[in-house]
Protein backbone atom coordinates (compact mmCIF):
# COMPACT_ATOMS: atom_id res chain seq x y z
CA UNK A 1 0.00 0.00 0.00
CA UNK A 2 1.22 3.35 -1.10
CA UNK A 3 0.67 5.77 1.85
CA UNK A 4 1.14 9.78 0.26
CA UNK A 5 0.98 12.81 2.19
CA UNK A 6 1.12 15.60 -0.39
CA UNK A 7 -1.67 16.27 -3.01
CA UNK A 8 0.76 16.40 -6.19
CA UNK A 9 2.40 13.21 -5.42
CA UNK A 10 -1.31 11.69 -4.93
CA UNK A 11 -2.58 13.25 -8.29
CA UNK A 12 0.64 12.04 -10.34
CA UNK A 13 0.21 8.66 -9.41
CA UNK A 14 -3.64 8.30 -9.94
CA UNK A 15 -3.65 10.14 -12.75
CA UNK A 16 -1.00 7.56 -14.34
CA UNK A 17 -3.38 4.77 -13.02
CA UNK A 18 -6.31 6.30 -14.99
CA UNK A 19 -4.61 6.76 -17.56
CA UNK A 20 -4.20 2.74 -17.85
CA UNK A 21 -7.59 2.17 -17.72
CA UNK A 22 -7.35 0.96 -13.84
CA UNK A 23 -10.89 2.31 -12.22
CA UNK A 24 -10.62 3.84 -8.92
CA UNK A 25 -12.89 3.66 -6.06
CA UNK A 26 -12.46 6.30 -2.92
CA UNK A 27 -13.34 6.08 0.38
CA UNK A 28 -13.30 8.84 2.54
CA UNK A 29 -12.77 8.70 5.86
CA UNK A 30 -11.35 10.59 9.03
CA UNK A 31 -9.31 7.56 10.72
CA UNK A 32 -10.16 5.66 13.85
CA UNK A 33 -11.03 2.81 11.56
CA UNK A 34 -13.24 0.50 12.37
CA UNK A 35 -15.15 -2.50 11.21
CA UNK A 36 -17.44 -0.38 9.42
CA UNK A 37 -14.46 1.39 7.76
CA UNK A 38 -13.32 -2.37 6.67
CA UNK A 39 -16.89 -2.87 5.27
CA UNK A 40 -16.65 0.31 2.93
CA UNK A 41 -13.17 -0.95 1.86
CA UNK A 42 -14.60 -4.11 1.20
CA UNK A 43 -17.29 -2.85 -1.16
CA UNK A 44 -15.06 -0.32 -3.03
CA UNK A 45 -12.72 -3.30 -3.51
CA UNK A 46 -15.46 -5.16 -5.25
CA UNK A 47 -15.79 -1.37 -7.69
CA UNK A 48 -12.77 -0.67 -9.34
CA UNK A 49 -8.95 -2.19 -9.98
CA UNK A 50 -7.59 0.38 -7.70
CA UNK A 51 -9.17 1.34 -3.89
CA UNK A 52 -7.31 5.06 -2.43
CA UNK A 53 -8.63 5.71 1.19
CA UNK A 54 -8.55 8.95 2.57
CA UNK A 55 -7.64 9.57 6.36
CA UNK A 56 -8.00 13.64 7.23
CA UNK A 57 -9.49 14.60 10.29
CA UNK A 58 -11.48 17.89 8.47
CA UNK A 59 -11.26 20.93 10.93
CA UNK A 60 -13.64 22.82 8.76
CA UNK A 61 -16.18 20.38 10.15
CA UNK A 62 -15.89 20.66 13.71
CA UNK A 63 -18.00 23.73 15.12
CA UNK A 64 -16.72 22.35 19.11
CA UNK A 65 -12.83 23.01 19.17
CA UNK A 66 -13.42 20.25 21.79
CA UNK A 67 -14.88 17.89 20.15
CA UNK A 68 -12.00 18.42 17.59
CA UNK A 69 -8.95 17.75 19.98
CA UNK A 70 -10.30 14.62 21.58
CA UNK A 71 -11.17 13.11 18.23
CA UNK A 72 -9.89 9.79 18.45
CA UNK A 73 -6.83 9.56 16.17
CA UNK A 74 -4.51 6.52 15.51
CA UNK A 75 -2.37 6.55 12.74
CA UNK A 76 -0.34 3.48 12.61
CA UNK A 77 -2.94 1.28 13.44
CA UNK A 78 -5.43 2.63 10.86
CA UNK A 79 -2.66 2.35 7.99
CA UNK A 80 -2.24 -1.31 9.37
CA UNK A 81 -6.04 -1.86 9.18
CA UNK A 82 -6.44 -0.35 5.82
CA UNK A 83 -3.27 -2.56 4.47
CA UNK A 84 -4.48 -5.57 5.40
CA UNK A 85 -8.37 -4.60 3.81
CA UNK A 86 -6.77 -4.50 0.79
CA UNK A 87 -6.37 -0.64 0.15
CA UNK A 88 -4.18 0.17 -3.00
CA UNK A 89 -3.44 3.87 -1.67
CA UNK A 90 -3.96 5.88 2.09
CA UNK A 91 -3.51 9.78 1.23
CA UNK A 92 -2.78 11.01 4.73
CA UNK A 93 -2.71 14.74 4.21
CA UNK A 94 -1.61 17.60 6.96
CA UNK A 95 -4.15 19.84 7.79
CA UNK A 96 -1.69 22.61 6.06
CA UNK A 97 -1.63 20.75 3.00
CA UNK A 98 -5.02 20.81 2.24
CA UNK A 99 -5.75 24.35 3.79
CA UNK A 100 -2.92 26.11 2.96
CA UNK A 101 -2.41 29.75 3.75
CA UNK A 102 -5.23 31.76 1.75
CA UNK A 103 -7.50 29.05 1.12
CA UNK A 104 -11.11 30.56 1.22
CA UNK A 105 -13.32 28.24 -1.26
CA UNK A 106 -16.01 26.72 0.85
CA UNK A 107 -18.81 24.70 -0.95
CA UNK A 108 -22.56 24.57 0.72
CA UNK A 109 -25.61 22.65 -0.32
CA UNK A 110 -28.46 24.75 0.81
CA UNK A 111 -31.26 23.80 2.61
CA UNK A 112 -30.42 20.04 3.60
CA UNK A 113 -27.25 21.58 5.17
CA UNK A 114 -28.98 23.49 7.77
CA UNK A 115 -31.30 20.88 9.25
CA UNK A 116 -31.02 17.91 12.06
CA UNK A 117 -27.19 17.66 12.35
CA UNK A 118 -26.65 20.73 10.16
CA UNK A 119 -28.93 22.52 13.34
CA UNK A 120 -27.07 21.28 15.84
CA UNK A 121 -23.95 21.35 14.13
CA UNK A 122 -23.41 24.54 12.35
CA UNK A 123 -21.46 24.90 9.26
CA UNK A 124 -21.18 21.19 9.54
CA UNK A 125 -21.99 20.35 6.68
CA UNK A 126 -20.14 23.55 5.17
CA UNK A 127 -16.97 21.60 5.83
CA UNK A 128 -17.77 18.17 4.74
CA UNK A 129 -18.96 18.97 1.11
CA UNK A 130 -15.54 21.41 1.31
CA UNK A 131 -13.51 18.68 1.91
CA UNK A 132 -15.08 15.38 -0.01
CA UNK A 133 -14.89 18.02 -3.23
CA UNK A 134 -11.21 19.14 -3.14
CA UNK A 135 -10.85 15.35 -2.20
CA UNK A 136 -12.44 14.12 -5.35
CA UNK A 137 -10.22 16.81 -7.16
CA UNK A 138 -7.14 15.90 -6.12
CA UNK A 139 -8.52 11.58 -6.67
CA UNK A 140 -11.08 11.98 -9.78
CA UNK A 141 -12.44 8.32 -8.42
CA UNK A 142 -15.16 6.75 -10.31
CA UNK A 143 -16.89 5.22 -7.44
CA UNK A 144 -17.11 6.84 -3.63
CA UNK A 145 -18.16 4.69 -1.12
CA UNK A 146 -19.94 5.69 1.87
CA UNK A 147 -21.36 4.55 5.35
CA UNK A 148 -25.16 5.42 5.82
CA UNK A 149 -24.75 5.71 9.35
CA UNK A 150 -24.73 9.44 8.53
CA UNK A 151 -27.82 9.76 6.31
CA UNK A 152 -27.89 13.35 5.78
CA UNK A 153 -24.56 13.37 4.74
CA UNK A 154 -25.19 10.81 2.28
CA UNK A 155 -27.95 12.69 0.81
CA UNK A 156 -25.97 16.55 1.35
CA UNK A 157 -23.35 14.54 -1.01
CA UNK A 158 -25.57 13.36 -3.71
CA UNK A 159 -27.15 16.44 -4.06
CA UNK A 160 -23.60 18.41 -4.32
CA UNK A 161 -22.71 15.27 -6.85
CA UNK A 162 -25.86 15.91 -9.06
CA UNK A 163 -25.87 19.89 -8.89
CA UNK A 164 -22.01 20.07 -10.24
CA UNK A 165 -22.31 17.18 -12.28
CA UNK A 166 -19.43 15.16 -11.15
CA UNK A 167 -19.29 11.87 -12.85
CA UNK A 168 -18.30 10.00 -9.46
CA UNK A 169 -20.78 6.80 -8.94
CA UNK A 170 -21.79 7.00 -5.16
CA UNK A 171 -22.44 4.43 -2.96
CA UNK A 172 -23.98 3.74 -0.07
CA UNK A 173 -23.42 0.79 2.60
CA UNK A 174 -25.43 -0.25 5.29
CA UNK A 175 -24.26 0.83 8.79
CA UNK A 176 -22.41 -2.01 10.25
CA UNK A 177 -23.16 -2.91 14.42
CA UNK A 178 -21.44 -3.93 17.68
CA UNK A 179 -22.07 -7.14 18.31
CA UNK A 180 -24.95 -5.86 21.26
CA UNK A 181 -26.15 -3.20 18.50
CA UNK A 182 -24.51 -0.36 19.05
CA UNK A 183 -23.79 1.32 15.61
CA UNK A 184 -19.91 1.50 15.05
CA UNK A 185 -18.47 4.88 15.26
CA UNK A 186 -15.46 6.06 15.80
CA UNK A 187 -16.72 7.44 18.62
CA UNK A 188 -17.36 4.71 20.15
CA UNK A 189 -13.98 4.37 22.12
CA UNK A 190 -14.87 7.09 24.26
CA UNK A 191 -17.47 5.61 25.90
CA UNK A 192 -18.18 4.96 29.57
CA UNK A 193 -19.57 1.46 30.54
CA UNK A 194 -22.74 3.24 31.36
CA UNK A 195 -22.49 5.76 28.65
CA UNK A 196 -22.34 3.13 26.20
CA UNK A 197 -25.72 1.23 27.93
CA UNK A 198 -27.20 4.77 27.34
CA UNK A 199 -26.06 5.13 24.20
CA UNK A 200 -27.64 1.45 23.06
CA UNK A 201 -30.97 3.23 23.68
CA UNK A 202 -30.62 4.54 20.48
CA UNK A 203 -30.75 0.80 18.49
CA UNK A 204 -33.83 -0.27 21.21
CA UNK A 205 -35.43 3.11 20.24
CA UNK A 206 -34.74 2.09 16.46
CA UNK A 207 -35.95 -1.10 16.71
CA UNK A 208 -38.98 -0.35 18.46
CA UNK A 209 -39.96 1.95 15.39
CA UNK A 210 -39.73 -0.85 13.11
CA UNK A 211 -41.97 -3.54 15.27
CA UNK A 212 -44.61 -0.85 15.75
CA UNK A 213 -44.87 -0.08 11.85
CA UNK A 214 -44.52 -3.74 10.74
CA UNK A 215 -46.56 -5.59 13.38
CA UNK A 216 -48.88 -2.95 14.74
CA UNK A 217 -49.50 -1.01 11.72
CA UNK A 218 -48.38 2.42 13.24
CA UNK A 219 -47.78 5.01 10.34
CA UNK A 220 -48.95 8.10 12.34
CA UNK A 221 -44.89 9.86 13.16
CA UNK A 222 -46.15 11.37 16.29
CA UNK A 223 -46.93 8.34 17.81
CA UNK A 224 -43.79 6.59 16.69
CA UNK A 225 -41.41 9.41 17.44
CA UNK A 226 -43.03 9.71 21.39
CA UNK A 227 -42.21 5.78 21.61
CA UNK A 228 -38.70 7.04 20.42
CA UNK A 229 -38.11 9.43 23.03
CA UNK A 230 -39.59 7.17 25.67
CA UNK A 231 -36.78 4.81 25.01
CA UNK A 232 -34.13 7.29 24.54
CA UNK A 233 -35.09 9.62 28.16
CA UNK A 234 -35.58 6.48 29.99
CA UNK A 235 -32.44 5.08 29.47
CA UNK A 236 -30.51 8.41 30.76
CA UNK A 237 -29.26 9.16 27.12
CA UNK A 238 -29.68 13.12 25.98
CA UNK A 239 -31.83 13.10 23.31
CA UNK A 240 -30.89 15.80 20.97
CA UNK A 241 -33.19 15.21 18.10
CA UNK A 242 -35.21 12.43 16.51
CA UNK A 243 -37.18 12.83 13.03
CA UNK A 244 -39.00 10.87 10.84
CA UNK A 245 -38.26 12.31 7.08
CA UNK A 246 -38.39 11.54 3.57
CA UNK A 247 -35.44 10.01 2.58
CA UNK A 248 -35.18 12.42 -0.59
CA UNK A 249 -36.01 15.91 1.19
CA UNK A 250 -35.13 15.07 4.39
CA UNK A 251 -38.50 16.93 5.46
CA UNK A 252 -40.22 15.87 8.27
CA UNK A 253 -43.36 13.62 7.52
CA UNK A 254 -46.59 13.06 8.96
CA UNK A 255 -46.59 9.54 8.22
CA UNK A 256 -44.51 6.96 7.28
CA UNK A 257 -44.01 6.38 3.67
CA UNK A 258 -42.96 2.62 3.56
CA UNK A 259 -39.06 1.88 1.54
CA UNK A 260 -38.70 6.42 1.55
CA UNK A 261 -38.85 6.91 5.00
CA UNK A 262 -35.89 7.75 7.37
CA UNK A 263 -36.19 7.53 11.59
CA UNK A 264 -33.41 9.81 12.50
CA UNK A 265 -31.67 9.99 15.76
CA UNK A 266 -29.06 11.99 17.71
CA UNK A 267 -27.95 11.47 21.85
CA UNK A 268 -25.41 12.71 24.08
CA UNK A 269 -23.72 10.69 26.36
CA UNK A 270 -21.96 12.61 28.57
CA UNK A 271 -19.59 14.44 26.08
CA UNK A 272 -20.18 12.56 23.47
CA UNK A 273 -22.05 13.01 20.57
CA UNK A 274 -23.66 10.00 18.73
CA UNK A 275 -26.00 9.52 15.88
CA UNK A 276 -28.07 6.59 14.15
CA UNK A 277 -31.08 5.36 11.75
CA UNK A 278 -32.77 3.34 10.31
CA UNK A 279 -34.72 3.26 6.69
CA UNK A 280 -38.40 1.91 7.04
O1 LIG B 1 -17.96 10.73 7.32
C1 LIG B 1 -16.81 11.15 7.54
O2 LIG B 1 -15.97 10.46 8.13
C2 LIG B 1 -16.44 12.56 7.10
O3 LIG B 1 -17.53 13.42 7.21
C3 LIG B 1 -15.85 12.61 5.69
C4 LIG B 1 -16.85 12.18 4.64
C5 LIG B 1 -14.61 11.73 5.63
C6 LIG B 1 -15.41 14.05 5.36
O4 LIG B 1 -14.45 14.51 6.24
Known amino acids: MEVIRQIAAAKKLLREESSKGRSIAFVPTMGALHPGH ?11 DLVVLSIFVNPTQFNDPEDLQNYPRDEEADLKMAEE ?3 DMAFVPTVEEMYPPGFLTSANVARLS ?8 PGHFRGV ?3 VLKLLHIIRPDYMVLGLKDAQQFTILQHLLDDLCIDTELTGVPTVRERDGLAWSSRNVLLTKKQRRQALSMYRALKRTHFLVKKQGILHTGELLQAVRSVIQTSGAE ?7 SRVTLEPLDHVERGGTYVLLAVRVGKVRLIDNTRI
Do not use: P, Q, W
Not at 38 to 44: N, P, S, T
Not at 114 to 121: D, F, H, I, N, V
Open 85 to 87: AGV
Open 239 to 245: LDYAEIV
Open 129 to 131: CTV
Open 114 to 121: SKLEGASR
Open 38 to 48: RRLIEVAREKA
